[in-house]
């Protein structure tokens, strides 16, 4: 005697050896003897064999009219047998039934299974519905199938190009676009960006970094809404200063300025003054969610996205021949010894006289005519002459608190693209120079930012009015800055407490500082009382965390995409060899460019150790260059500058291979989740 059953929804058949009350032993063709529940067994039988049963009932299976079965079958339960001798004939064979049990059992929208062998027929409603959702599933599959021929063949369906970024770093792994680049993929045995590439689908490198950016950061687009800068109706008296700012050429946002008063007299007094959008933009108004929304100015090679509109920056941008709205730190110094003697902060209107650009006078003025070793033929001669001299002694008090000199061993980079109007394409010629960092004018700007953005963090915390400070527990390895609404030190700056205020136009951090610090300004001891920003507010954490994940992201493309223009720069210049100093683990960065990547061959140098390597390849879409070592250039004694790397260094980051979001093994994955076929 045979027995046919039901183990785990698959149904087998076997010679029933032996038979107890609740459970019978079946040897099955394998010679495998199984133990099954009496439950479990559907028929027993004499013949024909198990293997012929099963064959015959696979074939027959298939050609059973699921529509008509449904017609057929009764309103209540019912076994597959019964369903059987109304489908075929009162006399159904043992064929027959186990094909109407195959058959009912692959057809869950049809019969819902009521128990071992027994079924009840769907409503018609639900029948439909999935008969609907049937369809839809093969025309999405076959939809699919047409999108990934297409990509095989070298041609970008419009669906798919329109989703590029969504499927390729933000994907949604059940949407049919998806599924066929991943199809395609496999197909094609290629990697999906190389085969959307080639497929048209990236019309060039640059376009694909910029809109891959935009997806991410500006989904709604990079414009702003028509908006109006407010008007400041307070009455501000007018400082009995000339300013004078010290700028890029290309900077519209011009947030600070500078005046010296009382030269000679042995008391001097420096002011710091800051363009004070705070004065007329609030909290919650339009330009400020305009300007929280954004949080930072994005910057990039011949192109920024500003965090306020054009017409609300130039309202209150510190541009010269006009007396801007300021909130200026006065400090006064001792004129000899440098010692500091006051501060005082003042909202105020002042005269800005000029506008300096670094680029334009880096070379003009030096320190050799800053110092008098050299004639100094400029504006403001005396006034930057004492700045830097202030400077210098502002920068060695910090790294007396350091404990270290300050690393300005790399230049800062400039780049420029030529017969550039309005939005690169990428197709720009790049000119890249270098700018010495620790330049005078660059130092003298720095020393007095630091100098107000610390006293204004000390006066806060006087007055017992919260801010968002930026702090750094030590200079050791792996301590990072982070941004807090208590004063701590920063070593890294070797100051005590240490805010961004002073460029509102620019980062939204610095406008809320503003804010408080104008608050302090006006209510001295009771400030508290009237900030915007109350003490434990949890609206500043939710700025800080917004600000950080924003800030952080518009650098990382920022390094991207000056990256891009580095390799862009190597490729229209034919540059062949690079020398580099090695890093560790194979990373090298280069001399003369900020570049830092790989060169096979030196793995095993020491850290600080010149090599000079040759470029066998990059690739603008990976942004990876491909080098290899071809000579050392010194001996063993690895160079100073890189032997011991300052804390707060992230050389060892580089730009590699993009991190795709999309896996060509969800094809495999999709087929193992497929539900098994019923089987013998």
């Not at 004492?386 to 404990?403: D, I, M, N, P, S």
């Not at 949890?538 to 917004?546: D, E, R, W, Y």
């Amino acid at each position: 005697m045979y027995a046919l059953f039901d183990e785990a929804g698959k149904f087998l058949a076997g010679r029933v050896m032996s038979e107890a009350e609740s459970s019978l032993q079946v040897e099955l063709d394998s010679g495998k003897r199984v133990k099954v529940k009496t439950a479990n067994v559907l028929l027993k039988f004499d013949k024909p064999a198990p293997a012929e049963l099963l064959a015959g009932a696979q074939a027959i299976a298939p050609e059973i009219d699921l529509d008509l079965a449904w017609e057929f079958a009764p309103e209540g339960e019912f076994g597959f047998a019964a369903l059987a001798r109304d489908y075929f004939s009162a006399n159904a064979s043992l064929q027959q039934q186990v094909a109407a049990l195959l058959r009912l059992y692959d057809a869950p929208h049809y019969f819902r299974r009521a128990g071992k062998g027994v079924f009840k027929k769907a409503p018609e409603e639900i029948v439909k519905a999935a008969l609907l959702g049937i369809e839809r599933k093969k025309q999405l599959a076959a939809q699919i199938e047409s999108w990934a021929g297409e990509l095989v063949a070298g041609r970008c369906p419009e669906p798919i190009r329109e989703q590029l970024y969504k499927i390729l770093f933000r994907p949604d792994k059940n949407a049919a676009e998806y599924k066929a680049v991943v199809d395609a993929a496999k197909q094609a045995q290629r990697a999906p960006l190389d085969l959307l590439k080639e497929a048209g689908a990236i019309s060039s490198p640059y376009q694909f970094h910029w809109r891959r950016f935009l997806f991410e950061l500006f989904p709604k687009g990079t414009g702003f809404p028509a908006l109006q800068a407010p008007a400041i109706k307070e009455e501000l008296p007018l400082a009995p200063v000339a300013a004078f700012s010290i700028d890029d050429s290309a900077t519209i946002e011009i947030d600070d300025a500078l005046s010296v008063q009382g030269l000679g007299s042995g008391t001097v007094v420096m002011g710091v003054h800051i363009a004070a959008p705070g004065l007329a933009v609030q909290p919650d108004t339009p330009v400020d969610k305009v300007a929280r929304d954004r949080l930072s100015t994005v910057y990039m090679p011949g192109w920024k996205l500003t965090m306020l509109p054009d017409e609300v920056v130039q309202a209150y941008t510190l541009i010269e021949g006009r007396d801007c709205p300021a909130v200026s730190l006065y400090v006064t110094f001792d004129e000899a010894t440098l010692e500091v003697r006051s501060r005082e902060t003042r909202l105020e209107r002042v005269p800005i006289v000029r506008n300096l650009r670094h680029d334009q006078l880096d070379d003009v003025i030096t320190e050799a005519s800053l110092t008098g070793e050299a004639p100094a033929d400029y504006e403001f001669a005396a006034e930057l002459a004492f700045t830097y001299r202030l400077a210098r002694h502002l920068k060695a008090q910090r790294e007396v608190v350091r404990g270290k000199p300050e690393n300005f061993n790399r230049p800062d980079y400039n780049f420029r693209l030529l017969d550039n109007e309005g939005e690169p394409t990428g197709d720009e010629t790049v000119h890249i120079s270098t700018r010495r960092r620790g330049a005078p004018l660059d130092l003298i700007v720095s020393e007095a930012m630091i100098l107000a953005n610390s006293s204004w963090g000390g006066w806060l915390a006087e007055c017992g009015v919260p801010g968002i400070y930026r702090s750094q527990a030590s200079l050791a390895p792996g301590i990072k800055v982070r941004m807090g609404v208590k004063p701590a030190p920063h070593a890294g700056m070797g100051v005590a407490q240490y805010t961004w205020a002073t460029s509102p136009l620019r980062r939204y951090v610095d406008l809320v500082n503003q804010w408080q610090i104008i608050a302090c300004a006006r209510h001295g001891r009771t400030a508290a009382l009237a900030a915007p920003f109350k003490p434990k507010d949890a609206s500043l954490f939710s700025i800080i965390s917004g600000f950080d994940a924003a800030y952080g992201a518009y650098n990382d493309f920022q390094h991207g995409i000056e990256r891009f223009w580095t390799l862009r720069w190597l490729q229209q210049n034919g540059v062949a060899e690079l020398d580099a100093a090695v890093l560790k683990d194979g990373l090298v960065r280069a001399d003369t460019l900020p570049l830092v990547f790989r060169a096979l061959g030196c793995e095993g140098l020491p850290r600080g150790a010149h090599v000079r390597v040759r470029v066998t390849g990059c690739d603008l879409l990976t942004l990876d260059l491909h080098a290899s070592l071809l000579a050392r250039l010194d001996d063993a004694a690895p160079s100073a500058a890189l032997a011991e790397p300052e804390a707060d260094e992230a050389e060892e980051e580089t730009s590699g291979p993009l991190a795709l979001a999309i896996d060509v093994a969800d094809a495999d994955a999709a087929v193992a989740a497929e539900p098994p076929a019923a089987a013998a």
